[in-house]
């Protein structure tokens, strides 16, 4: 049973740019939440998703965006990319919105020069 | 307000010593307090969590104690193994509203070092 699978594992951007991070939620699992996790610091949260809405926002600013598909797996996007927004993004997927199951992936390393 | 301050940041032990990393939360509504493990290119695991109805819970060498009244949280790692060294965070589940859902709030990692 494969647990959470995000993609791609690590990509350099250049300040300015665009960039989409996909994350596939593990079988039996329907929400999905997006945490950043800054070198040396534990992971921030970002946003949830549910049923294909934002069910909560964590204090990140509008360039950061997601989506959830019918499948439940879900993309984060991030707009007009700064320096500070080099980190490892987590995606974790549960079984609901409770606190129960979450089971987290291996991360995207993403790097803005 | 919403903060985990987490302590040690790091911690050096000699295999076969306990270990113990110690969390403080902010939010007295949180009500879920895991403890998840990182090591490079595998993810976040939980490796024990605990409820705030309860004061303690052991999984073999791993134990987790939780102080509701001082918002104090621990981790306990006895007979400690090379294996064992990796990040570790702690977290607490701060609910949303009066909804049953929430967001997991992190603290800052602790890497362990087990020395053979």
């Known amino acids: 049973d494969a647990g959470v699978t995000q993609s791609p594992t690590h990509l350099i951007k250049t300040r300015g740019q665009q960039v989409t991070l996909r994350c596939s939620p593990k079988s039996g699992h329907d929400t999905v939440s997006w945490y950043q996790q800054a070198l040396g610091q534990g992971p921030q949260f970002i946003f949830q998703y549910y049923e294909e809405e934002e069910r909560q926002r964590g204090n990140f600013p509008d360039r950061f965006s997601g989506h959830q598909f019918p499948n439940y797996s879900s993309e984060l996007n991030v707009n007009a990319l700064l320096l500070g927004d080099s980190a490892l993004y987590l995606c974790a997927s549960s079984p609901g919105l409770g606190d129960y199951g979450y089971t987290f992936g291996s991360g995207t390393r993403l790097t803005v020069v | ?116």
């Open chain 2, 1 to 116: 307000g919403e903060n985990v301050e987490q302590h040690p940041s790091t911690l050096s032990v000699q295999e076969g010593d306990s270990a113990v990393i110690k969390c403080t939360y902010s939010d007295s509504a949180s009500n879920y307090f895991p403890w998840y493990k990182q090591e490079l290119g595998k993810g976040s695991q939980l490796i024990i969590d605990i409820r705030s109805n309860v004061g303690e819970k052991k999984d073999q060498r791993i134990a987790v104690t939780l102080n509701k009244t001082a918002k104090h949280f621990s981790l306990h790692i006895t007979e400690t193994q090379p294996e064992d060294s990796a990040v570790y965070f702690c977290a607490a589940f701060k609910p949303h509203g009066s909804s049953n859902t929430g967001k997991l709030i992190f603290g800052q990692g602790t890497t362990l070092q087990v020395k053979p």
